[in-house]
């Protein structure tokens, strides 16, 4: 009993550092997303457009952006 406590304790301090890891990989590609949205919503009013198009244009767009380098990301892992 003693070597299946310690066999499920081991289990899951690993699940507990593969979740750390994916979240420190999820903030870095969601920096990929707010970086991209500050600068074409920024593009984007100064070119007289509304702001709801603005932000539904660059949502649109960085949002495409985040999925390529989330898939990049992936590749490379393999």
């Keep these: 009993m003693a070597a299946t406590t310690k066999f ?3 289990l899951l301090m690993c699940m507990a550092v593969m979740a ?3 979240v ?4 870095a590609l969601g920096e990929v997303y707010k970086t991209c949205f500050a600068g074409c ?4 009013k100064g ?3 509304g702001a709801t198009f603005c932000e539904m244009k660059c949502d649109t767009d960085c949002a495409a952006k985040e999925s390529a380098a989330k898939v990049e990301a992936f590749k490379n892992k393999f």
């Excluded at 420190?24 to 903030?27: I, S």
Aim: overall charge negative; some cysteine; aromatic content about 0%.
């Design 20 to 22: 750390a890891v994916q």
């Design 47 to 49: 070119s007289g457009n």
């Design 24 to 27: 420190q990989e999820a903030q």
């Design 41 to 44: 919503d920024n593009k984007c």
């Design 8 to 10: 499920v304790a081991v």
